[in-house]
């Protein structure tokens, strides 16, 4: 088990602290020449499919691939699943903003936890039920 810190991990800022490194390499792979050969073979997959147009920030795209463990193929038929997604459902996008999710938050339906469990992951609680489909009409 990793020497995880009791107190709330910061999310802002460009500094990773050592031990989500030490989990991103164990358990993704992830190291400096991985994350940009995969990268680069993402952004060259991106380029290649005419018909897709991908937002090529270098954060948005590593979302990809740690959810893949880093196999570009993988992360590329997310990504475009991601976007799928996104055409057929535009209203759970439109307006997606951390102060429109404000109202959910203030009534506690979901919380993130100031805590993180023993292996360093965010602890999200999440009440859902007739309250929270009052704030948001599913389509």
Do not use: W
């Not at 038929?77 to 055409?87: A, F, G, N, V």
């Amino acid at each position: 088990m990793q020497d995880v810190p009791d107190t709330p991990l910061q999310i802002a800022g460009n500094e990773i602290p050592k031990f989500v490194e030490t989990i991103a390499k164990n358990e993704l792979g992830e190291t400096e020449t991985i994350r940009n050969k995969c990268l680069d073979d993402l952004k060259e997959k991106i380029l290649s499919e005419k018909s897709l147009i991908s937002n090529p920030n270098t954060s948005f795209l590593l979302q990809f691939l740690r959810a893949r463990k880093f196999n570009s193929e993988a992360a590329f038929t997310l990504l475009k699943s991601y976007y799928k997604h996104r055409l057929k459902y535009p209203s759970l996008y439109q307006n997606y903003t951390p102060k429109g999710y404000l109202k959910v938050m203030k009534e506690n339906l979901i919380k993130i936890l100031d805590t993180r469990a023993k292996d360093g992951s965010a602890i999200y609680i999440a009440r859902f039920g007739k309250k929270f489909l009052s704030f948001y009409k599913l389509e």
